[in-house]
């Protein structure tokens, strides 16, 4: 076995979103269960990068990160934008798409077969989003949403509990929009009656909670407009669906709301917690939010303040905005100071680590 010592290590580095840490611990634990060995970025052969194109300092930390590195093998994936994509291959990165991870190890590689059980497994039931965020590139990075079918869904759900997994991750950009062709019954999917109906995101969490079994479902990223009733029911009635809820407001202002084509305004954000708080006792919400959008003027942000201190969020993944091309903010420039920016950042985490 030639080289295998040598050929062995790996390390794993993300920048940007909650998504790509996510994508960061499964691609980890896929590494790890094909044989390779994780170690600090010094002794690592193999580096594998996940980039994030939504803000600039974003793709800019990672190409400053992968000059250094020389003497490895680097690969890189996560969302990357054409032009990026080009400043990367001059550097000698190889690009790949986590769906294909298994094509970048040669049979040499493979032979080793570690099994590292872990307590949390991340599992993809839908990926891209249709929303058009007017800051983000993940519809330009990722496309448009599409769902696994029902069946596949539930069935690695079954794999990663019979692996012994005990807190199970449904992820997807827009996880609560799932709609995954329903299963086939009797060779016809969604059976006789059923026809084409789709299975929503809450029929889903009811399949998986009837899974014999210890273990607790989370599930990440979530759009406002896509907190429907029937998974507010979900979450509040099924034992193993924990108590937790990823509701990204971005911002607490209506005039920024709209100018990040955010479809809700503040009070509709307000009165889904309301609901969600009064049906789930005990609920975990956390958020996402942007400070220092081009039109956010201090009057905005103290809305933003205002919202914050009305929820009381469990966590908070506070971002400076940064404008990224392609985006249709990107024509709005960047007028907020970086100063600005950070001391809006540092209120929003003093008001969130006191939750
Ligand atoms: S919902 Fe908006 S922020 Fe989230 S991935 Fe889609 S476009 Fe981006």
Not at 43 to 63: P, Y
Not at 251 to 261: A, E, H, I, P, T
Request: proline letters at 5%.
């Amino acid at each position: 076995m030639r080289n295998q010592k040598k050929l062995n290590n790996f390390f794993v580095k993300s920048f940007g979103c909650q998504y790509n840490e996510f994508d960061a611990t499964t691609l980890t634990n896929s590494l790890k269960q094909i044989g390779l060995v994780e170690t600090t970025l010094d002794e690592a052969d193999f580096v594998f990068v996940l980039n994030c194109s939504v803000r600039k300092t974003g793709v800019d930390r990672a190409m400053g990160f992968v000059r250094n590195l020389e003497s490895k093998k680097i690969y890189l994936s996560g969302c990357v934008l054409k032009p990026d994509k080009k400043r990367f291959l001059k550097k000698n990165v190889e690009l790949f798409e986590l769906d294909n991870i298994d094509k970048l190890f040669t049979s040499e590689l493979l032979t080793f077969n570690l099994q590292l059980p872990t307590i949390s497994k991340f599992i993809p039931i839908m990926k891209g989003c249709n929303n058009f965020c007017s800051y983000c590139v993940v519809p330009y990075t990722r496309g448009r949403e599409v769902s696994r079918p029902f069946e596949d869904a539930v069935n690695d759900v079954k794999k990663a509990i019979a692996a012994d997994h005990k807190e199970i991750w449904l992820l997807g950009q827009n996880v609560n929009s799932y709609d995954g062709p329903p299963p086939l019954q009797g060779g016809v999917r969604g059976g006789e009656n059923n026809n084409n109906k789709r299975f929503r995101f809450a029929q889903l969490l009811t399949e998986i909670n009837n899974i014999s079994g210890n273990f607790l479902i989370y599930f990440t990223s979530n759009h406002p407009k896509d907190m429907s009733d029937e998974i507010i029911e979900a979450v509040a009635t099924l034992p193993k669906i924990a108590k937790f809820i990823h509701l990204p407001v971005q911002s607490g202002s209506n005039k920024v709301l709209r100018s990040m084509n955010r479809p809700y305004t503040r009070d509709e954000y307000l009165k889904l917690v309301k609901k969600i708080k009064a049906r789930i006792p005990n609920v975990k919400i956390t958020t996402d939010v942007i400070v220092g959008y081009p039109n956010e003027t201090e009057a905005d942000f103290q809305k933003t303040v205002d919202i914050f201190k009305k929820v009381g969020y469990f966590q908070a993944y506070v971002n400076k905005y940064s404008p990224r091309e392609g985006t249709a903010a990107h024509k709005l420039g960047d007028p907020v100071l970086w100063s600005e920016k950070e001391r809006r950042w540092r209120i929003l985490n003093e008001i969130a680590n006191k939750n």
